[in-house]
């Protein structure tokens, strides 16, 4: 009995676009969120899943590490999970996001993931540990 | 010489961002610095995507050009807001009125 | 370290679209099945999941189960297998697949899943419990 | 009267094929019993549309109608051939062809 998703993906590129057919299928059967929300979804759960493949590649010196993604819903509350095996990271020695309005805007071609994952999720925590990171992204109906 | 209309369409992320960049480096190979990127096929966009784009608008700056952008599409157009790309680029609402004021 | 790929989905039609982009991932990356053969895997693992959420509909009156698959390669074998909590059934007492030929074909509207799992799989297999049951389809680069 | 195109699209599947039976059922009780069914767009066929074929066809039939495909792409064409339907049913290469004979 379940309205849960959960996938085990090897960690690789060629699977970004089923997991957003996932994730929009889960939201639009099972949630309330609306269209501009649903796309919300897909962008942050984008964004932390290519961060977990990123770290995934360079942590593997054997081959591929897997990556999990856990959907479900706590009232109109959507949590999506994503847990890596790619050693883990600091969230807060991260640089912080660049400030798209500065001169100095169009030298950042990265550090962008993360911003656009707190501009969009109601709620951003990360759980980091020795073995990899956990990535925990709450949707409401409503943009933060 | 006048501007090169690129037309972008499909999901732009971590697995396309590569042949994307090849693509828009090549324009530039080619002696043509203004480009202007016609998002309105685009169907997703990531930070990956984005990078490519900033990227590619250095290098074009660098050869005294420029890229703009074409974008109505909501789900497009939040992502270049999020990012600050809609101020960062020359960003038009339609492919004639960017071609105008190249 | 893995090249496998394993979902747990609640039995809904909604899914299958997701199913058939990631299964199309997961051939398209890791496998040596050229695009006729990733046809007849999306072919039979949409007809081994239809049935599925067809036992799990039928079965629950609590509430939506789950159906999980699992993917992996050995050699140029690709193996899917569909898990259901449905109750299980007894292929073998299942009414012989129509002729195709026959004159009364056009009374079957039904009874055509497992006959083309059958026709483009160069291995099924079924394992059926109390619980539930298991299809296992393996796939070769070579039709059957 | 001629027979009534109807161009199908998408994937057919158990999610859609309610749809799908309701929309070839509207067609009939328009009064149509000759229905030509241009498969040429359809991304997937699984047993469940099928089965809305199947039935399609046998109501329609009893109106002294017939239903008839319209299909080239090979990945279509192989679910036809696997149960039958391409000798059960009228299927031509071209919908010119199929409205030829009609
Ligand atoms: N899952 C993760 N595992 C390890 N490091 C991570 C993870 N997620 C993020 N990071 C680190 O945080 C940095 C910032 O991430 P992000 O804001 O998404 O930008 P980008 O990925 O473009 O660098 C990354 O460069 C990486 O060093
Ligand atoms: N996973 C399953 N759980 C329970 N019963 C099943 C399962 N798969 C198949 N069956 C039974 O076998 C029958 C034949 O299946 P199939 O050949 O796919 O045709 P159809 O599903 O159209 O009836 C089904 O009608 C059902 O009774």
Redesign the interface.
């Known amino acids: ?10 960690a ?7 997991v ?3 994730l ?3 939201a ?3 949630t309330d969120l609306p269209p ?1 929300r649903v ?2 979804l ?2 942050a759960v ?2 932390a899943y ?1 961060n977990a ?2 770290a995934s590649r360079k942590h ?1 010196e ?5 990556i999990r993604m856990c959907c479900h819903r706590e009232g109109n509350a959507v949590i999506v999970e994503v847990t890596d095996h790619a050693g883990g990271f600091d969230p807060a020695a991260q640089t912080p996001p ?4 500065a001169p100095d ?6 550090g ?2 993360i ?2 994952m707190r ?2 999720a109601n709620v951003l925590e990360f759980e980091s540990t020795a073995d990899g990171s956990l990535v925990r992204l709450v949707l409401m109906p409503q943009r933060p | 010489e006048g501007a090169r209309v690129v037309t972008l369409s499909g999901e732009l992320d971590l697995a396309t961002a590569p042949e994307l960049r090849e693509r828009l480096h090549r324009v530039l190979a080619d002696g043509c610095p203004l480009i202007v990127l016609d998002l309105d096929e685009v169907g997703f966009l990531d930070s990956s995507a984005i990078g490519v784009l900033v990227g590619t608008r250095r290098r074009a700056r660098q050869a005294d050009g420029e890229v703009a952008l074409v974008c109505t599409a909501p789900r497009i157009l939040r992502v270049l807001e999020l990012t600050g790309l809609d101020r960062a680029f020359p960003t038009y609402p339609s492919l004639s009125e960017a071609l105008a004021v190249r």
Chains 1, 3 share one sequence.
Do not use: W
Request: proline fraction near 7%; charge should be negative.
């Open positions: 009995m379940s309205d849960e998703v959960a996938i085990d993906l090897p690789r590129v060629e699977y970004l676009n089923a957003r057919s996932l929009t299928a889960f639009e059967s099972t501009s796309d919300d897909c962008l984008t964004e290519v493949i990123d593997s054997f081959g591929e590490l897997s660049p400030d798209p309005t805007r169009l030298q950042f071609e990265r962008l993931g911003p656009l501009a969009v």
